[in-house]
């Protein structure tokens, strides 16, 4: 157990609905990273929240968002979902998110079904 | 834009064989981490690599970061059934403005 916490588990929806997809990182974890890991692929970074703050950004797509609460939680928002979007989305933490690279601890994963 | 690529994408080994998978950065990294996720599991820290010519060893496990701080590999030794999943490896760099680059990683699977 890497003590991030992502709800929920399973989540099967159909094409063009949102969904929400919330992460709780470690205790005293002050960065929260998110990735979309489709079927049989690697891990394609999203984005990063540093204690509030948008921190980094990767291939995330416009219908996609996310935002980091006070009390450092994490949600990402998919909207106008395709198919395409179906995979598992992970949440991770670290303790700063500096550039050198701090230790990812990664939650279990969200697993999105688009029909 | 800054790219990591390893091979092999697959790797099929009898148990008791040794296993290798390769990491290589289209820039100078500032670090490099491995991480290892099992099937149906999520990615779980390995190792980080900092210095040039770095040598790290676990157990069985040997992590190499190259001279030009460009490249990286992950050795195991006699492997056993517990080795099975993917290795990835994931990289900083200035290039890429800091922000982490997984490989796409090497899947292993060892044959009892």
């Known amino acids: 157990d890497s003590g991030v916490t992502q709800t929920p588990k399973h989540l099967i929806t159909a094409t063009g609905q949102r969904v929400t997809l919330r992460c709780s990182p470690r205790?005293?974890?002050?960065?929260v990273y998110w990735y979309q890991q489709s079927l049989d692929q690697g891990l394609q970074f999203l984005i990063q929240?540093?204690?509030?703050?948008?921190?980094a950004k990767g291939n995330i797509l416009e219908r996609f968002s996310a935002q980091q609460f006070p009390d450092l939680h994490s949600e990402l928002n998919l909207s106008s979902l395709e198919l395409g979007d179906s995979a598992l989305y992970f949440c991770?933490?670290?303790?700063?998110?500096?550039?050198?690279?701090?230790?990812?601890?990664f939650g279990p994963g969200t697993r999105l079904t688009v029909l | 834009g800054q790219q990591v690529m390893q091979i092999p994408q697959y790797q099929h080994v009898q148990e008791g064989e040794d296993f290798t998978t390769y990491c290589n950065s289209s820039?100078?990294?500032?670090?490099i981490q491995w991480y290892k996720q099992r099937p149906g599991g999520h990615p779980v820290f390995l190792i980080q690599?900092?210095?040039?010519?770095e040598v790290k060893k676990q157990k069985r496990l040997t992590f190499q970061f190259g001279e030009a701080k460009k490249n990286s590999s992950l050795h195991i030794t006699a492997t056993q059934t517990t080795d099975v999943g993917t290795y990835f490896c994931?990289?900083?760099?200035?290039?890429?403005?800091?922000?982490?680059?997984f490989g796409p990683g090497t899947s292993l699977s060892v044959i009892p």
């Open positions: 205790s005293g974890d002050l960065s």
């Open positions: 690599l900092v210095k040039s010519g």
């Open positions: 929240y540093y204690n509030g703050e948008e921190r």
């Open positions: 991770a933490s670290s303790v700063v998110g500096g550039r050198a690279g701090d230790t990812q601890y």
């Open positions: 820039t100078t990294l500032s670090n």
């Open positions: 994931a990289g900083w760099s200035r290039a890429s403005y800091d922000k982490v680059i």
